[in-house]
């Protein structure tokens, strides 16, 4: 992956091995502003690790221009979230479907969404949470403005602990 000084680029989608490959790269040019542009970001596949998910976290805070961020099928747990949660300003669209996000990580995410009011679409599909969860997410979601537009929820059964 080559980019050039000062890219134009708006949009880019890595999966799988391409992370894992064109990470560091990736990491420096975002750190010289070379993708100042960038509005859009999926990267899918990455292994969950606590290394990077700093590192996607440094990256994140690079990008002042990013209004989408979609992470789905990471494995991002509760410390890798709390990692990536200060990065997360003036979303528009956050998808973090498929991780294992749980209650626990459920009142920062709750804060981080309260903190998103650009924030139209959100999805929290295939992860671990639970009542106590959603309820924690419903109450940040409920105070946003302007509302939800699209909010997805898929394989979540919201229940009781027991």
Request: glycine share 8%; hydrophobic share 50%; net charge negative.
């Amino acid at each position: 992956m080559a980019l050039s000084s000062r890219s134009q680029l708006r949009e880019l989608a890595l999966a799988g091995d391409c992370w894992s490959v064109h990470a560091s790269h990736l990491f420096e040019v975002t750190q010289s502003g070379d993708l100042a542009l960038l509005e859009s970001l999926s990267l899918t596949g990455l292994s969950g690790t606590i290394q990077q998910a700093r590192a996607l976290s440094a990256m994140l805070q690079a990008l002042p221009q990013l209004a989408r961020l979609d992470l789905p099928g990471n494995r991002i747990d509760n410390e890798g979230f709390l990692l990536l949660a200060p990065a997360l300003n003036g979303l528009q669209s956050l998808n973090l479907a498929g991780n294992v996000l749980d209650d626990q990580v459920a009142a920062s995410l709750a804060v981080v969404l309260a903190g998103l009011p650009d924030l139209v679409e959100l999805d929290l599909s295939e992860n671990c949470l639970r009542q106590e969860g959603m309820e924690a997410v419903a109450a940040a979601l409920g105070s946003s403005a302007p509302p939800l537009s699209r909010l997805r929820l898929s394989g979540i059964r919201v229940r009781g602990a027991g």
